[in-house]
């Protein structure tokens, strides 16, 4: 699919890559390579500027996976600390007996 080394935000339709179908490696792989190439310096102003506000999309992107993972987890530490202690008061009260 890609036709080019540049990237999808310098010369592509605004919408033609929806950030949201990106999965976390995807998005923060595409971030790594837009900060090496803006750390190259070697784009014009407005290709530095497509990159930037690309980098940031990309950057808000791989926080919502993040935060969705944490919710994940949390929910999931939740659920098995409630468990354990179900299973914890339930062996006890049969040791104590």
């Known amino acids: 699919m890609p036709t080019s080394q540049t990237t999808p935000a310098a010369g592509s339709t605004p919408g033609a890559d929806p950030l949201g179908e990106l999965s976390y490696e995807e998005a923060r792989d595409e971030l790594v390579r837009v900060v090496t190439e803006l750390e190259q310096g070697s784009a014009t102003l407005e290709e530095s500027i497509a990159l930037w506000e690309r980098g940031e999309a990309l950057a808000r992107r791989c926080e919502e996976w993040l935060i969705g993972a944490k919710a994940r987890l949390d929910a999931a530490r939740s659920g098995v ?17």
């Open 81 to 97: 600390s409630g468990d354990a202690a179900a299973v914890g008061t339930g062996a006890g009260a049969a040791d104590s007996e």
